[in-house]
């Protein structure tokens, strides 16, 4: 599993820098940046999975929409990418409501 981690990351290196952003539903636009993403082709329940490990953020894109989770370890990460079934892993291990849940981001507080 470091294994795909470190080949993935090495892939990330040799592709140009373009900057990204997609729409997530509670938190609107997300510059991908610092995101390292994957098309996934070998899913019917995944199309794109985007990693942020420094913050530990995951963007998943389902059914094409994408979703933002918060909290998410490498070694989650890894197993997702790895795992026999990708959409079985995500829909046991990491989809939540979008308003709780183990991986729910914190939401902003707008002040006026």
Do not use: W
């Not at 993935?8 to 990204?20: C, K, M, R, W, Y």
């Not at 999975?49 to 894109?61: E, G, T």
């Not at 933002?68 to 046991?92: H, I, K, W």
Request: proline share 4%; aromatic share 6%; charged share 20%.
């Amino acid at each position: 599993m470091v294994r795909a981690l470190a080949i993935l990351l090495a892939q990330l290196a040799t592709t140009p820098i373009v900057s990204e952003t997609v729409e997530t539903g509670e938190r609107g636009l997300v510059d991908l940046r610092t995101f390292e993403c994957r098309d996934i082709t070998r899913s019917t329940v995944l199309q794109r999975v985007c990693y942020d490990p420094a913050q530990q953020h995951l963007i998943v894109a389902v059914n094409g929409a994408y979703d933002r989770y918060c909290g998410v370890t490498a070694d989650t990460v890894e197993r997702l990418l790895g795992a026999p079934s990708m959409g079985q892993f995500f829909n046991q291990n990491i989809k939540r409501d979008l308003t709780a849940g183990r991986y729910a981001c914190p939401t902003r507080v707008l002040r006026s």
